[in-house]
C-alpha cells in the first residue's frame, strides 16, 4: 500500500480522512490528470514535455509535474532520452507499453 506522499495522506486510520484519502487516489483531481496526460501521450507518440502537455491540457505546469513523477514512478511512461533543444532542455517523456494499454482513445 502506498503511503504518503505517493498517495493522499490522512491523520487518523478507520477515520473520514482515510476514506477520502482512498477515494482521492481513485478518483480525485490528481487521478484525473494523470489521465489525461497518459491521453495527451497517446496521441503524441514521439512524446511530450511537461510543459507542453501543460499546455495541451490548458493546466498549471505545477499540476503537471507531479503526475508525470507518478506515472513515471508506475512505469506507464519513461523518459525519451533526449531532452527539447529548445531554451528550457526539459526532458521529453513518452507512454510505455503498460502505458499504452492505460491510456484511452481520444
Known amino acids: 500500500m502506498l503511503t ?3 498517495a493522499p495522506g490522512f491523520k ?4 473520514c480522512s482515510e476514506e477520502a484519502a482512498k477515494l482521492l487516489a481513485k478518483k480525485g ?3 484525473d490528470l494523470r489521465q489525461r496526460c497518459l491521453n495527451a501521450l497517446r496521441i503524441n507518440p514521439f512524446g511530450r514535455t511537461c510543459n507542453e502537455l501543460a499546455g495541451m491540457l490548458d ?5 503537471i509535474r507531479p503526475r508525470i ?3 513515471n514512478k508506475t512505469d506507464l511512461i519513461e523518459k525519451v532520452g ?3 533543444l529548445d531554451e528550457s532542455h526539459m526532458a521529453v ?3 510505455t507499453d503498460a502505458g499504452k494499454g492505460v491510456a484511452n482513445e481520444v
Open 29 to 31: 483531481r490528481a487521478a
Open 93 to 95: 517523456w513518452r507512454l
Open 12 to 15: 487518523e486510520k478507520g477515520g
Open 82 to 84: 533526449t531532452r527539447k
Open 69 to 71: 513523477s507518478e506515472l
Open 59 to 63: 493546466e498549471p505546469v505545477t499540476s
Open 4 to 6: 504518503y506522499p505517493d
